[in-house]
C-alpha cells in the first residue's frame, strides 16, 4: 500500500513514519511512504532582492506557495495549483484505487471504520494544508483524480494537516496483513478494554498497595471478557 503526503514540512513526519512499527512495515515492503512538496510546483518569481535585504539581487528565488484570502480577513491561503500538481505527481500514471484525502474541521470524523475503507485502496493522498488552508477550487479538481475523502480527525483545529494524517497512516496500517503479527493484536476485532495490567502483580507507592484486578488472574476466559466488555471500558 502506497501512501503519499502533499506537505510543506515532510521533515515534520518522517520522523515518526519511520519509527517502531511503521518503520518496520515500511522496511519490509507493506507500505511505502512519499511526500510532495506542492512548494516545488510553484512557480518560479523573478528575480529581485529578499525582504530583509539580507540576499542580494539575483539570488533570491523564494517560491510562494501562499497569497491573500478573497473577501480579506486574518493569514494566507495555499495556492490551488502547486497542490493539485504535487497530487498529480504523487498518483499521475499509477494503476490500481486511488482516495484523494482532504482535511476539513466539522468534516466526517475518522474512525476505525473508515480506516478499514481506506485499507482497501491502492493509493491514498494525504493533503496536508497550513495556514488558513488551501484554495477550494484545489478539492474541486482533486476529484478527477481519485476518490475524495473529507475527514476530521478529532474536534481540535491544528497548525496544519501533518498531524491527521499521519494518524491516518498509523490507524490504516496496523490493519494490514502481517503488520501487528496477528489479526488478534487489533484492539478492535477483540474483546479489549481500556484498563491493561502486567507485572508484578502488587506495585507499591507512597505506602500505598495498587493490586492487579483478581479476575485477571483467574484464568477464566469468560469472565475476563465480561469484565473487559463492562468494567473495563
Not at 515534520?12 to 518496520?24: H, K, N, P, V
Not at 484570502?69 to 500514471?93: I, N
Not at 476485532?189 to 495490567?197: D, I, L, M
Request: charged fraction near 30%; aromatic fraction near 8%.
Amino acid at each position: 500500500m502506497r501512501f503519499h503526503l502533499i506537505t510543506l514540512f515532510p521533515e515534520a513526519c518522517d520522523a515518526y513514519l519511520d519509527a517502531s512499527i511503521l518503520g518496520r512495515a515500511r522496511k519490509e515492503k507493506k507500505i511505502s511512504v512519499s511526500y510532495q512538496n506542492p512548494r516545488d510546483f510553484a512557480p518560479m518569481p523573478a528575480r529581485g532582492r529578499s525582504p530583509d535585504r539580507s540576499v542580494g539581487v539575483d539570488k533570491w528565488f523564494y517560491r510562494k506557495i501562499d497569497d491573500k484570502p478573497y473577501g480579506g480577513g486574518p493569514g494566507m491561503v495555499m495556492q490551488a495549483l502547486p497542490v493539485v500538481k504535487a497530487v498529480e505527481k504523487a498518483v499521475g500514471g499509477k494503476n490500481g484505487k486511488k482516495a484523494v484525502v482532504w482535511f476539513t474541521p466539522g468534516a466526517k470524523q475518522f474512525d476505525n471504520k473508515e480506516a478499514d475503507k481506506l485499507a482497501k485502496y491502492d493509493d491514498v493522498v494525504l493533503v496536508c494544508g497550513r495556514y488558513e488552508g488551501i484554495d477550494e477550487r484545489a478539492k474541486k479538481i482533486l476529484k478527477t483524480l481519485g476518490t475524495l475523502k473529507e475527514y476530521a480527525v478529532g474536534e481540535a483545529v491544528y497548525t496544519g494537516g501533518e498531524v491527521p494524517a499521519m494518524a491516518i497512516v498509523d490507524a490504516v496500517t496496523r490493519r494490514l496483513p502481517g503488520v501487528l503479527g496477528k489479526d488478534a493484536s487489533v484492539e478492535e476485532r477483540r474483546v479489549a478494554s481500556r484498563a491493561v495490567y502486567t507485572r508484578p502483580q502488587t506495585i507499591e507507592y507512597a505506602k500505598k498497595k495498587y493490586r492487579v484486578p483478581k479476575v485477571l488472574q483467574t484464568g477464566h476466559h469468560a469472565n475476563i471478557d465480561a469484565w473487559r466488555t463492562t468494567k473495563g471500558r
